[in-house]
């Protein structure tokens, strides 16, 4: 059974055996089959100077490796003051922009010299671009936003998120760092292959896509993943990647020509995109590769190492698609991937705080670029200089 208190003792307990300074800020990711208001209130209630921010999710990843389960929970706890945090308790798609610019001007009137930024929002109506587009436009496109998009276990149906000690459906908060000591490097992959013959946007507007080569898009995109009128959202998921293909410099560094997209919800004929989509865009088909992810995941985490020059990072946070998780390889060759992204990292054979979630879409720069992505492993890797 899922005995919600419980997980929040064991994960402060874990988090804070060595800590003598009380925690400033505690994240959660948890799985939907926790009840969040008790969540929220019962960490309050244990570390009532702390702030929480919790996010629904499809399983976790932690030090202690990887679990998908309804019963998963995972901690972060940060101490001290450098930081600032904002949130939104209504963002949709039409909102992103307006919403994510209120948050930025409500950071930046909090702390001076902000230079990366924990992002987490709603998974199921979203326009994520205008979020960055919002975001870069008062805090400057040299702030590197990392997080991601919540989820529940699949299905589509509903995602949570907190802060300010309220449970959101709709909602979304950033978490700004200003320590000046502190450096981030993110990247993100994901090893699928478009195929076929691409769709075109004939009609759209904003995230929402009306028609697919002249034709209404949510029968025409199940018609072409070979599934009945009555499918949804969530059995589209494992199987309806959409690829946009890269520019020639994007995809050399990406180690793929394409950036894929996930349908998260539908109205009637109308998809509901994870960003901007404009008419004439191509999306094609996707098959997954499993032997491409372990190389690409390989070939990532080297880049990223190489970069590192040597230094050894203080916290991972980390994010994965949720049709990367059970649903799309076994848990054997799931936790083996895992493994093979963490042991790089480790110093002297322990692995640093690291908080990992499967949710349904992931923030992290692309050829230097602040980027939204689906389908991907995406690490956000944290250095004291």
């Given at each position: 059974?899922?005995?919600?208190?419980?997980?929040?003792?064991e994960?402060?307990?874990?988090?804070?055996?060595d800590?003598?300074?009380?925690?400033?800020v505690?994240?959660f990711?948890?799985s939907?089959?926790?009840?969040?208001?008790?969540m929220?209130?019962?960490a309050?209630?244990?570390?009532?100077?702390?702030?929480?921010?919790a996010?629904?999710c499809?399983?976790?990843?932690?030090?202690?490796?990887?679990?998908?389960?309804?019963?998963?929970?995972?901690?972060m706890?940060?101490?001290g003051?450098?930081f600032?945090?904002?949130g939104?308790?209504?963002?949709?798609?039409?909102?992103?922009?307006?919403?994510?610019r209120?948050?930025?001007?409500?950071?930046?009137?909090?702390k001076e010299g902000?230079n990366?930024l924990?992002?987490?929002?709603s998974?199921?109506d979203?326009n994520?671009?205008?979020?960055i587009?919002?975001?870069?436009e008062i805090?400057?496109?040299?702030v590197?936003?990392?997080?991601?998009?919540?989820s529940?276990n699949?299905?589509g149906?509903?995602?949570?998120?907190s802060?300010?000690?309220?449970v959101?459906?709709?909602g979304?908060?950033a978490l700004a760092?200003c320590?000046?000591t502190?450096?981030?490097?993110?990247?993100a992959t994901?090893g699928f292959l478009a195929i076929?013959?691409?769709?075109?946007?004939?009609?759209?507007?904003?995230?929402?896509?009306?028609?697919?080569?002249?034709k209404?898009a949510?029968?025409?995109?199940?018609?072409?993943?070979?599934?009945?009128?009555?499918?949804?959202?969530?059995?589209s998921i494992p199987?309806?990647?959409l690829?946009?293909?890269?520019s020639?410099?994007?995809a050399?560094?990406?180690?793929?020509?394409?950036?894929?997209r996930v349908?998260?919800k539908?109205?009637g004929?109308?998809?509901?995109?994870?960003?901007?989509?404009?008419?004439?865009?191509?999306?094609?088909l996707?098959?997954?590769?499993?032997?491409?992810i372990?190389?690409?995941?390989?070939r990532m985490?080297?880049?990223?190492?190489?970069?590192?020059?040597g230094?050894?990072?203080?916290?991972?946070f980390?994010?994965?698609c949720?049709?990367?998780?059970?649903?799309?390889?076994n848990?054997?060759?799931k936790?083996?991937?895992?493994?093979?992204?963490q042991?790089?990292f480790?110093s002297?054979?322990?692995?640093?705080?690291w908080?990992?979630?499967?949710?349904?879409?992931?923030f992290?720069r692309?050829?230097?670029?602040n980027?939204?992505?689906?389908y991907?492993?995406?690490?956000y890797v944290?250095?004291?200089d």
């Amino acid at each position: 059974m899922v005995n919600t208190k419980r997980s929040v003792s064991e994960c402060l307990e874990i988090a804070l055996q060595d800590v003598t300074e009380s925690p400033s800020v505690l994240l959660f990711n948890a799985s939907v089959g926790h009840d969040f208001n008790e969540m929220v209130d019962y960490a309050k209630s244990l570390q009532p100077n702390a702030q929480i921010l919790a996010a629904s999710c499809c399983g976790v990843v932690g030090r202690e490796g990887v679990s998908e389960s309804m019963k998963d929970m995972a901690l972060m706890a940060i101490t001290g003051n450098d930081f600032a945090i904002a949130g939104s308790s209504q963002i949709f798609g039409y909102n992103s922009y307006e919403e994510c610019r209120k948050m930025a001007i409500q950071l930046k009137e909090q702390k001076e010299g902000i230079n990366m930024l924990y992002f987490l929002a709603s998974g199921i109506d979203i326009n994520n671009t205008e979020c960055i587009r919002a975001f870069e436009e008062i805090l400057g496109a040299e702030v590197t936003i990392f997080g991601a998009t919540s989820s529940d276990n699949m299905k589509g149906y509903v995602s949570y998120q907190s802060f300010g000690n309220e449970v959101m459906e709709h909602g979304a908060f950033a978490l700004a760092f200003c320590d000046p000591t502190l450096s981030i490097d993110t990247q993100a992959t994901h090893g699928f292959l478009a195929i076929g013959e691409p769709l075109t946007v004939t009609k759209s507007h904003d995230n929402i896509i009306e028609e697919l080569d002249g034709k209404p898009a949510w029968p025409t995109f199940l018609a072409r993943l070979g599934l009945p009128e009555t499918a949804e959202c969530g059995n589209s998921i494992p199987v309806g990647a959409l690829a946009e293909v890269l520019s020639k410099s994007d995809a050399k560094e990406y180690g793929n020509r394409h950036l894929l997209r996930v349908v998260t919800k539908h109205e009637g004929d109308a998809i509901f995109y994870a960003t901007s989509c404009p008419v004439g865009t191509q999306l094609w088909l996707t098959v997954r590769d499993e032997e491409r992810i372990f190389t690409e995941m390989d070939r990532m985490v080297n880049a990223m190492i190489e970069r590192a020059q040597g230094k050894k990072p203080i916290a991972v946070f980390h994010a994965d698609c949720l049709a990367r998780g059970r649903y799309l390889t076994n848990r054997v060759l799931k936790e083996e991937l895992v493994h093979q992204m963490q042991t790089p990292f480790y110093s002297d054979g322990v692995c640093p705080p690291w908080l990992g979630m499967y949710g349904f879409g992931e923030f992290a720069r692309l050829n230097g670029k602040n980027t939204y992505h689906n389908y991907t492993t995406a690490l956000y890797v944290i250095y004291r200089d």
